[in-house]
């Protein structure tokens, strides 16, 4: 039993030693912090080695231990009066429950618990003669390891056994409980959940849509620019010949800014940059890596017939990792577009929220479709309609959407009522409020 605690209590030290401590030990020389690292670095021959050890050391005491227990306690129970002919099963029964016991507290709890708190001098113990039978039992070793991998196979698992996948839903988790236990700051963490789910979006997701862009005309007046300027003040405008879904590029303001201030004739010919055109169903990761590639500041998100749909400037795509950034003049423009708490716990929303940004607020499910965006969209969507003022449409999971201000073409702003939690969930709450 002390030889197959030995074995569990190495199995949780060299796992649970630091990284950076032993990478330390390492470096300064310790052959024994070298051994260690050689096990940690490969995990199949460690894992297989440690429950080899514990396997054999756990059947040679029970085979052996056992039975000569049970032979010499027979004849002892056999002498109490009432227990007669059932003294050899009684016996057996006894040694079982006895080395059980006795292996589960010395062979498995009390070794793991050691090897936790002192993990690094446990490690440093027996890395060495791990090591050493590790490399013995090698042949074996590597027949265990390929029939576990085997069987994986054959249940359509391709890692191997020693390789867990983690969804994306874990790692979440993991994020929001060291949030709230403080090990991590709050807003690192809402920084590091919305790069997960950052993962998940599209251009088409992220875009401001067409009705929202403020674009120029290829032959706009040197007058037209200006009062396109001080009307909307962005940084970045696209152009366009014919309509807006015919974008030939884009201008900046401060090219603007010095045309108009120019004495030469007035042209945004001169000033206009290129447009990069990407489709909706490309992925907001890949657009981002591709715009720091490009160093462009803004992408022009087309349909199947080349149609302009919305852009996508560097901004937006900062924002889905960090939140809402406010410019010194859009203050009064983006406070329409946070969401409005009512005291009845509904909430008003625009309707050229996105989707994802309603969903994350709120933390509710909604449906994620292509064929839509923003909520606007998913109303749309849903009723196979413009929804007109006090129609209510449902989600799938049961929140509604109660259309409050609505023209004929389009949906301006919604009362959304979250479904109160089922019975289950409200279950699973209360021992995390009573604990």
Known sequence: MLVNGIFSGAEIAVVTIRKTRLDHLVQSGSRRARAVKRLRDNPERFLATVQIGITVVGATASAFGGSTLAKDLEPVLRAVPFIGDAAEELALATVVALVSFLSLVLGELVPKSLALRTAERYAMLVGPPLRGLSSLARPLVWLLTASSNLVLRLFGDRTNFVEARISPEEIQQIVDDAAEAGSVDRRAGEIASRALDFAGLTALQVMLPRGRVVALPRGATAEEVRRTVLDHGHTRMPVHEGSNDNVIGYVTMPDVLALLWGDGQFSLESVLRPAYFVVGSMPAVDLLAE?????????????????????????????????????????????????????????????????????????????????????????????????????????????????????????????????????????????????
């Open 291 to 435: 715009m720091k590639r490009r160093r462009l500041q803004l992408a022009v998100v087309v349909d199947e017939q080349g149609g302009m749909i919305g852009i996508v400037t560097m901004e937006d795509l900062v924002e889905e990792l960090v939140g809402e950034i406010f410019g010194e003049n859009e203050a009064h423009v983006r406070s329409q577009e946070t969401i409005e708490r009512e005291p009845d716990g509904s909430a008003l929303v625009p309707g050229d929220m996105p989707v994802h940004e309603l969903s994350r607020q709120l933390a509710i499910e909604l449906p994620d479709d292509v064929r839509w965006s923003t909520v606007a969209g998913l109303c749309m969507g849903l009723a196979r309609r413009i929804p007109a003022p006090g129609d209510v449409v449902t989600t799938p999971g049961g929140a509604e959407l109660h259309i409050v201000d609505a023209s004929p073409r389009q949906i301006r702003t919604v009362r959304v009522r979250v479904p109160p939690p089922a019975e289950a969930d409200l279950d699973d709450e209360e021992p995390r409020r009573e604990g």
